[in-house]
């Protein structure tokens, strides 16, 4: 499955099948993780076998099940790029995991920070956490908005910015907000957002998905 193909099949899950990871994606998902952390300088964690961080009545209220497996998004406080960080490289790990035809799910408030069994260095913090697993449900395609909503172009649209502008529409958002915005101007592209709960999170995640369509050999971001 490419990269393109797990943006449009993938969709948050919250019910997980009663099965480890298997060992071939594990390793893969370690591997991810390696890298994105050595670019990015996070601390992201994949957590395996942890039946507590998700086993709060807020938790299971809120539709999770089974959750024991989740990708800790963990990154130095004072990186003021912290968030927008942690939505691209943590969307990098979600997209490989929908390859391998795992689920999963961004949480930024519906599990137990205190029960999380990742490693949080002095002078680091856990911004958010996204389930993972073996799908046990049939998610729901959920709405969006339009494309001029979200974008604006000083030129006849290209191809490559409108196909970057639909994958950020399939990207996953707090409360499926969509608060990003993409402008082209003089052949480099502009990413906004409007303030909004993990709406800098959200925004990293978006720009993520417009490289993957929009192919980064196409254009700067500005």
């Not at 490693?119 to 959920?142: D, H, N, Q, W």
């Not at 996953?172 to 052949?187: G, I, R, S, V, Y």
């Not at 303030?195 to 990293?204: E, I, N, Q, R, T």
């Not at 980064?216 to 500005?222: D, H, T």
């Amino acid at each position: 499955m490419e990269l393109l193909e797990a943006i449009t099949l993938r969709r948050s899950i919250r019910e997980y099948r009663e099965k480890g990871i298997m060992a071939g994606d594990e390793e893969a998902l370690r591997g991810e993780i390696d890298i994105c952390n050595e670019e990015s300088g996070l601390n992201m964690q994949l957590v395996v076998d942890d039946p507590l961080t998700f086993g709060s009545f807020m938790a299971r209220h809120s539709g999770f099940k089974n959750v024991r497996n989740y990708i800790a998004i963990v990154g130095p406080k004072k990186d003021r790029d912290l968030l927008e960080k942690a939505g691209y490289y943590g969307e990098r790990i979600v997209l490989l995991a929908q390859t391998l035809g795992l689920g999963t799910c961004w949480v930024g408030l519906t599990f137990s920070k205190k029960g999380c069994l990742a490693e949080i260095k002095p002078g680091e913090k856990l911004v958010c956490v996204i389930s993972l697993g073996y799908p046990a449900e049939t998610p729901v395609p959920r709405p969006s908005k339009s494309p001029r909503e979200v974008s604006k172009c000083d030129v006849d649209v290209p191809k490559w910015f409108s196909m970057g502008v639909g994958s950020a529409l399939m990207a996953p958002t707090a409360m499926n907000q969509q608060k990003f915005f993409f402008e082209l101007k003089e052949e480099k592209v502009l990413a906004s957002s409007r303030k909004g709960p993990f709406s800098a999170v959200d925004l990293g995640i978006a720009k993520y998905h417009f490289e993957v369509a929009a192919g980064k050999e196409n254009f700067e971001w500005a």
